[in-house]
């Protein structure tokens, strides 16, 4: 079977699900078909071909583990609750590293054989490049949410196999890792895949968002607008108004490098320059989030931001702020 004989049937069928932030966010069945094409062209795999992972040693996996120490820290929690929210539909959650190396997982004793027959365990190496096509692998290398139901992985040996991930970017918009939810019960829940995807969607905002306040503790947090994708908008400012933190959403939307960073420019200057009306909502948004942590004081939240509060109030007054 040839490469667009397995590739055409795949778009037709695969579902939509969350996008990613930039304005050349890929379909689903767009992501699969890049993976699948490295797959046979880079790294020249064959899918009928048995595979099994390498797992580190114990020595070595805490070594490498050792790494990722904060987003253990920091998932581990949410790996529980998001275990709570779909343990009834067979599935089991894993966390990798920016690797694709297993770092973590919550599993059932009906999800053992399974993770013993694949090797879904703590210091297994999932990359793209040596498993094919798969959750945890195809997630860090493209950076992106990606579902795969039945038969969309490249080996013919993880036919039955359904995966759910997400990536999780650190404090400076970088993948930390990759959050999977991943069942080998040969069915695709189709109703719910959506549903399913938002859900573990959720789940990596809320442990990129603690990697990212943990990192700028004692600063204000603003968001810049509403979560379009796995990332959210935020960035962090000191008390002159100077940006010192942006996550990967707030880098995407923007274009913000680390070099415009690490300039500490004024974040409502950096606003102001945009001309599409998205930047001016983004102004509002960081207006209102200002003031809800002032709890209402102008002074002092135009003292946060960098600028005088008649500049404030001319703002507040031209978004309709009260």
């Given at each position: 079977?040839?490469?667009?004989?397995?590739?055409?049937?795949?778009a037709?069928?695969?579902?939509?699900?969350?996008q990613?932030?930039?304005?050349?966010?890929?379909?689903?069945?767009?992501?699969?078909?890049?993976?699948?094409?490295?797959?046979?062209?880079?790294y020249?795999?064959?899918?009928?071909?048995?595979?099994?992972a390498?797992?580190?040693?114990?020595?070595?996996?805490?070594?490498?583990?050792?790494?990722?120490?904060l987003?253990?820290?920091?998932?581990?929690?949410?790996?529980?609750?998001?275990?709570?929210?779909?343990?009834?539909?067979?599935?089991?959650?894993?966390?990798?590293?920016?690797?694709?190396?297993?770092?973590?997982?919550?599993?059932d004793?009906?999800?053992?054989?399974?993770?013993?027959?694949?090797?879904?365990?703590e210091?297994?190496?999932?990359?793209?490049?040596?498993?094919?096509?798969?959750?945890i692998?195809?997630?860090?290398?493209d950076?992106?949410?990606?579902?795969?139901?039945?038969?969309?992985?490249?080996?013919f040996?993880?036919?039955?196999?359904?995966?759910?991930?997400?990536?999780?970017?650190?404090?400076?918009?970088?993948?930390?890792?990759?959050?999977?939810?991943?069942s080998?019960n040969?069915?695709?829940?189709?109703?719910?895949?959506?549903?399913?995807?938002?859900?573990?969607?959720?789940?990596?905002?809320?442990?990129?968002?603690?990697?990212?306040?943990?990192?700028?503790?004692?600063?204000?947090?603003?968001?810049?607008?509403s979560?379009?994708?796995?990332?959210?908008?935020?960035?962090?400012?000191?008390?002159?108004?100077?940006?010192?933190?942006?996550?990967?959403?707030?880098?995407?939307?923007?274009?913000?490098?680390?070099?415009?960073?690490?300039?500490?420019?004024?974040?409502?200057?950096?606003?102001?320059?945009?001309?599409?009306?998205?930047?001016?909502?983004?102004?509002?948004?960081?207006?209102?989030?200002?003031?809800?942590v002032?709890?209402?004081?102008?002074?002092?939240?135009?003292?946060?931001?960098?600028?005088?509060?008649?500049?404030?109030?001319?703002?507040?007054?031209?978004?309709?702020?009260?």
């Amino acid at each position: 079977m040839s490469l667009s004989d397995m590739v055409e049937p795949l778009a037709m069928n695969t579902r939509p699900f969350s996008q990613r932030i930039d304005s050349k966010a890929e379909s689903p069945a767009e992501t699969v078909q890049k993976s699948w094409i490295r797959c046979e062209t880079s790294y020249q795999l064959d899918p009928s071909q048995k595979w099994k992972a390498d797992v580190l040693c114990g020595a070595e996996f805490r070594h490498v583990s050792s790494r990722s120490a904060l987003l253990l820290r920091q998932a581990s929690e949410e790996m529980q609750h998001l275990f709570a929210l779909v343990q009834g539909l067979g599935l089991m959650v894993l966390l990798a590293d920016p690797n694709a190396m297993i770092l973590a997982r919550c599993a059932d004793e009906t999800h053992l054989s399974v993770c013993r027959r694949l090797n879904l365990r703590e210091g297994a190496i999932w990359s793209e490049a040596i498993a094919g096509t798969n959750g945890i692998g195809t997630c860090v290398e493209d950076r992106c949410p990606i579902f795969l139901g039945r038969g969309a992985h490249w080996r013919f040996c993880f036919s039955l196999l359904i995966s759910y991930a997400v990536p999780i970017f650190d404090a400076q918009g970088r993948v930390a890792g990759a959050l999977n939810l991943a069942s080998m019960n040969g069915k695709t829940e189709q109703p719910i895949d959506k549903l399913l995807m938002e859900t573990l969607a959720q789940s990596g905002r809320r442990i990129e968002e603690q990697l990212f306040r943990n990192s700028y503790e004692g600063q204000k947090i603003l968001t810049l607008g509403s979560v379009r994708g796995c990332s959210a908008p935020l960035v962090s400012i000191n008390d002159q108004g100077e940006i010192t933190g942006a996550t990967h959403a707030a880098r995407e939307w923007m274009g913000w490098t680390d070099q415009t960073i690490a300039q500490h420019p004024n974040l409502l200057t950096e606003l102001e320059e945009g001309s599409e009306i998205s930047f001016q909502k983004a102004e509002e948004n960081v207006i209102r989030s200002a003031l809800a942590v002032s709890q209402g004081n102008v002074t002092q939240a135009a003292r946060g931001l960098g600028i005088s509060r008649a500049t404030l109030y001319r703002k507040m007054k031209s978004f309709g702020i009260n």
